[in-house]
């Protein structure tokens, strides 16, 4: 039997644990907010955002809303970033991704200052993650770190296999595993032999962007499969990279879609929310 691994559970553990945190800090005077920064109506994005606010008032950290029209020029953007880099009340930010097309999205991040990068995109933070070096982490895999972990899952010593190479999913991935002592293959697009690759994994991360791609054929029989993709199928109905039908039977343990990696994003970036004000005082 394939153990199901519940994000939905256990990012709740972990929002809970960080609401008993933050009261902590907040009667020792450590309050947390973040600012969080919209451009246009992308109604994809306007859910994220919405959903980001709700965790915010769950686990007692403020959230400051900026929504601004598309039609926002990138100075206009920066210049509200630098503010709020100077905002002593603000300890996040968070500029939701994408961007209408006539605005740089690495300038935007760079801009960010990386003390308050809570979604660990700043090359800073980038640097810091490859050096190990203390530093925020990109919320994803961070999240699919806790989904192993806390589903008693040994990294240590595994054939780890990521199939996606993106800054925010597929990289910052591979130098995670590669800091729990995983052995680490990172797949794309021009991979060779791309099922002899994943049959090696004894955990394998689909990040491939594609409906239902991974088949059981690119799977070793008994390995773990964590699923990052979103996409709705024929019938409308949310579905992953991973034909979870086929595959599932084949795994020790398995994320659904959805309910598995999805509601660990925000409760990574919640995490770094209050990582502003547990190390408040260590920061230059
Ligand atoms: N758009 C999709 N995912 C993300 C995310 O994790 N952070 C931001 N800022 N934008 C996104």
Redesign the pocket.
């Known amino acids: 039997m394939s153990q199901l691994i519940d994000g939905k559970q256990i990012s709740k553990q972990i929002k809970d644990e960080l609401k008993e945190e933050v009261q902590r800090l907040s009667a020792a005077g450590r309050k947390a907010c973040l600012a969080v920064v919209q451009v246009g109506d992308d109604p994809a994005?306007s859910v994220?955002v919405r959903n980001k606010k709700k965790a915010c008032a769950y686990i007692g950290i403020e959230s400051k809303s900026f929504e601004l029209p598309e039609e926002t020029t990138e100075e206009e953007l920066i210049s509200l970033v630098e503010d709020l880099n100077r905002d002593n009340e603000v300890n996040g930010i968070?500029?939701?991704?994408?961007l209408p097309k006539h605005i740089d999205e690495d300038k935007i991040i760079r801009t960010i200052s990386p003390d308050k990068d809570v979604?660990g995109?700043h090359p800073v933070s980038v640097g810091r993650l490859w050096i190990g070096e203390k530093g925020f982490l990109s919320?994803?895999p961070a999240g699919i770190i806790q989904l192993l972990k806390r589903s008693g899952i040994t990294i240590e010593g595994k054939e780890c296999v990521i199939i996606g190479r993106s800054n925010?999913v597929g990289k910052p991935m591979a130098a995670l595993l590669l800091r729990e002592n995983g052995t680490v293959t990172v797949t794309h697009s021009r991979t060779k032999n791309l099922k002899e690759v994943t049959k090696r994994a004894d955990i394998l991360i689909v990040a491939i962007g594609k409906k239902q791609f991974i088949t059981s054929e690119y799977v070793k029989e008994g390995a773990v499969v964590i699923d990052v993709g979103m996409h709705r199928d024929e019938n409308n109905h949310l579905c992953g990279d991973v034909d979870f039908a086929d595959v599932e039977p084949h795994t020790s343990a398995i994320t659904p879609v959805p309910g598995g990696v999805g509601p660990m994003?925000i409760a990574m970036?919640m995490n770094n929310c209050v990582e502003t004000i547990r190390t408040q005082e260590e920061r230059p």
């Open positions: 994005s994220y968070l500029v939701q991704l994408p979604d995109f919320c994803t925010i994003t970036l």
